[in-house]
T-cell receptor, first 114, second 111 residues
Framework: DTGVSQNPRHKITKRGQNVTFRCDPI?????LYWYRQTLGQGPEFLTY????????KSRLLSDRFSAERPKGSFSTLEIQRTEQGDSAMYLC????????????FGPGTRLTVT | DAKTTQPNSMESNEEEPVHLPCNHS???????IHWYRQLPSQGPEYVIH???SNVNNRMASLAIAEDRKSSTLILHRATLRDAAVYYC????????????FGKGTRLSVIA
């Protein structure tokens, strides 16, 4: 197993453009999480899925953000009409269902909005 | 979410033990204590977790106070590769719900 992968690793976009990030979790991991991390801060939870069902969304996830996990495998996070404040590292993690399991994080997608 | 308090930064000499403290005075009886670390330019990685008893694994040891209001992550012999931000996190179960990260402790290791 190659771990959690995220694409792209870096994205530079102009304010107002839409961007989409992809996360491929570890196979057979039921749960998939999205976090956002700004410089000097710890990651902040955005949303998470159990299989294809989105179980929780943080209040940080404004209407411009949408996440999907259509077949319970990979997930996408889309940001519409990007703003400079969206510049951050977007981290994806996955975990098996059940207690006693840690979350495995991907390397992140760094978004820069100019 | 229960809050944790950690020093902003710590420094250690290479090959010396490191004790990273975490205070969590408002911990509830069902909260697990998790430690993750984040190496430069990487996503966080799991280090260890526990509920009441001290725990050991290949990476570290976790010492939990009897009243559970504090815990200490112990790296037995720090290496340069252990330089990272270490996060102490409380979670109502053993790991598969969203994690609430604080700012963590930045550990520097001096050769």
């Amino acid at each position: 197993d190659t771990g959690v992968s995220q694409n792209p690793r870096h994205k530079i976009t102009k304010r107002g453009q839409n961007v989409t990030f992809r996360c491929d979790p570890i196979s057979e991991h039921n749960r998939l999480y999205w976090y956002r991390q700004t410089l000097g801060q710890g990651p902040e939870f955005l949303t998470y899925f159990q299989n294809e069902a989105q179980l929780e969304k943080s209040r940080l996830l404004s209407d411009r953000f949408s996440a999907e996990r259509p077949k319970g495998s990979f997930s996408t996070l889309e940001i519409q009409r990007t703003e400079q404040g969206d510049s951050a590292m977007y981290l994806c993690a996955s975990s098996p269902l059940g207690n006693g399991y840690e979350q495995y994080f991907g390397p992140g997608t760094r978004l820069t909005v100019t | 979410d229960a809050k944790t308090t950690q020093p902003n930064s710590m420094e250690s000499n290479e090959e010396e033990p490191v004790h990273l403290p975490c205070n969590h005075s408002t911990i509830s009886g069902t909260d697990y204590i998790h430690w993750y670390r984040q190496l430069p330019s990487q996503g966080p990685e799991y280090v260890i977790h526990g509920l009441t008893s001290n725990v050991n694994n290949r990476m570290a040891s976790l010492a939990i106070a009897e009243d559970r209001k504090s815990s200490t992550l112990i790296l037995h012999r720090a290496t340069l590769r252990d330089a990272a931000v270490y996060y102490c996190i409380l979670s109502p179960n053993a790991g598969n719900t969203p994690l609430v990260f604080g700012k963590g402790t930045r550990l520097s290791v001096i050769a």
